[in-house]
């Protein structure tokens, strides 16, 4: 279904009057709320604070994946998470805090430099995302994972998905995100090129990028079947955005200590998430 203008409008108008955070009901007193409230606004907005700033190379917000802030149900949400950490990470080879996981997405999501785990700006993102556990018990048991079709679908994929996903992307999704993937600033964010996500980001897992698209867009109205989602999905992260390369996000000077993970080296660009699927981006193309 295509969307009309004016819904798409009325859309981004909510979307961007989010940047204008409100203030979150029943806060702890004191410094312990303003801390989770401005971690919070952080999320919703980098551009809240000159400091976070600093750390992002796109031009993304948390909130544009982790919608709602992370307070809905939906693929990419932060209930439940501050409960599992310390846990391990595959990625890392290593047990990993939320401040981790948090600078982690600075460099991955949205392209820039680690914040260290002690900075202001990750301890109140940290202290917003904990603020939405209050009341549940640490290491909540999860519910069992969902069937997941996209491992299969992503091992069977061929040129026609790419050309399906182009199909489905023109339909329900260039309205908002523009033809050329490239958003319009402010309102609707950058799927692809320089200044989204880069190849070492969660979303540029194809898999992920399905299920996250599958639960969250078109925005308001999300209703693609798991076929649609995953083509659409394929299409997206076959065509060109940053490369990942570990040490250029990591800050110069930077002790090995300080960096909690046994994995020091990593590149990632389109073609290699791609190979690692089992598939050519030559022949996707
Ligand atoms: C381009 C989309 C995108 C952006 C932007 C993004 N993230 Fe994420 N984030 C993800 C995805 C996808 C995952 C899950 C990754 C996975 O399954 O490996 C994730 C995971 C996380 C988790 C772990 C959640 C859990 O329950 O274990 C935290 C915490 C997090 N992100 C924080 C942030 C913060 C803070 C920012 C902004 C500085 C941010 N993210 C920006 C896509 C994004
Ligand atoms: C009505 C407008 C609209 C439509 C249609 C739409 N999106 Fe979005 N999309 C948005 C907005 C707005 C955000 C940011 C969400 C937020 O900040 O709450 C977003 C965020 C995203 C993100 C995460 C941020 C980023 O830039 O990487 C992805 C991925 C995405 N959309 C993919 C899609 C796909 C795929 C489709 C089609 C199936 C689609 N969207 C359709 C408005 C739309």
């Known amino acids: 279904m295509r969307m009309s203008p004016l819904l798409a409008l009325a859309l981004a108008a909510s979307a961007t009057a989010t ?3 409100a203030p979150l009901a029943d806060l702890p007193a004191g410094r312990l709320g303003q801390a989770v409230q401005h971690g919070h606004d952080m999320i919703v907005n980098p551009g809240a604070d000159p400091d976070m700033k600093a750390y992002v190379g796109n031009a993304l917000s948390c909130a544009n994946c982790h919608t709602d802030a992370g307070n809905n149900e939906r693929p990419g949400n932060f209930r439940s998470t501050a409960g599992r950490y310390p846990s391990y990470s595959k990625r890392e080879d290593a047990v990993i805090t939320l401040e981790d996981r948090i600078a982690n997405c600075f460099m991955r999501s949205m392209n820039g430099m680690r914040p260290g785990t002690d900075s202001r700006v990750v301890v109140d993102m940290a202290a917003y995302i904990s603020w939405l ?7 909540a048991p999860q519910p069992p994972a969902a069937a997941d079709p996209y491992p299969a679908m992503l091992h069977a994929a061929g040129r026609g ?7 489905v992307y023109r339909a329900e999704c260039a309205s908002c995100h523009g033809a050329t993937g490239a958003g319009v600033s402010g309102s609707f964010p950058p799927l692809w090129g320089p200044d989204s ?12 990028l399905a299920r ?3 639960g969250n867009m078109p925005l308001g109205n999300a209703h693609l079947d798991e076929k ?4 659409v999905a394929l299409f997206v992260d076959t065509q060109a955005r940053p490369d990942f390369v570990l040490s250029q996000h990591l800050p110069a000077g930077i002790r090995p200590q300080d960096y909690n993970a046994q994995v020091r080296s990593e590149t990632d660009t389109v073609e290699s ?4 699927a089992g598939l050519s981006l030559m022949a996707l193309r």
Do not use: E, H, M, T
Request: glycine letters at 12%.
């Open 19 to 21: 940047v204008s955070a």
């Open 273 to 276: 998430n791609l190979r690692k």
């Open 212 to 214: 996250w698209v599958k």
């Open 197 to 208: 996500y880069n190849a070492g980001a969660g979303l540029a897992n194809v898999a992920k």
């Open 133 to 139: 556990d209050r009341g549940k018990p640490i290491l």
């Open 161 to 167: 998905d790419v050309v399906a996903g182009a199909g």
């Open 228 to 231: 649609q989602a995953f083509q």
